[in-house]
């Protein structure tokens, strides 16, 4: 993971969407706000591919995992509930953008491309 976005200290996440009703929890050592940077980074990246279609809780679960060095945990203590209907309506500004896009490097990591392109081809599947 880029330095940029690691921290000393670890965070619990709780993610979850206003249309799924299961709980995903994941700890990582990057903060709130570059969590919520990074997650709505990835959503902008996935609606430019399929902008019909959205990442679950799920699919942003395994995202970190694999991607960031965040684990997978089951319900504790919460430092932040990330709503991934609401990050995505609140961030998406040309503003919000424009310097989430000139800031890629911080977000970008290898394999993150990867992991997209499997659920974009698990949902085009979906829909056959």
Known sequence: MDNK???????????????INEKFFIK???????????IFYIQYKYHDIIP???LTP???QEILIKCYGAESIYEVEIDEIIDLH????ENFSKEKIDNIINNYKI??????????????DLTIEQWR
Do not use: A, P, T
């Open 58 to 60: 799920f699919d942003f």
């Open 52 to 54: 019909q279609s959205i």
């Open 86 to 89: 609401w990050n995505f309506k």
């Open 28 to 38: 990582g050592n990057i903060n709130v706000d570059n969590m919520n940077d990074l």
């Open 107 to 120: 977000y970008e990591v290898k394999g993150l491309k990867g992991e997209l392109r499997k659920i974009v």
């Open 5 to 19: 976005l690691k921290s000393e200290k670890s965070y619990v996440y709780e993610l979850k969407h206003k249309h």
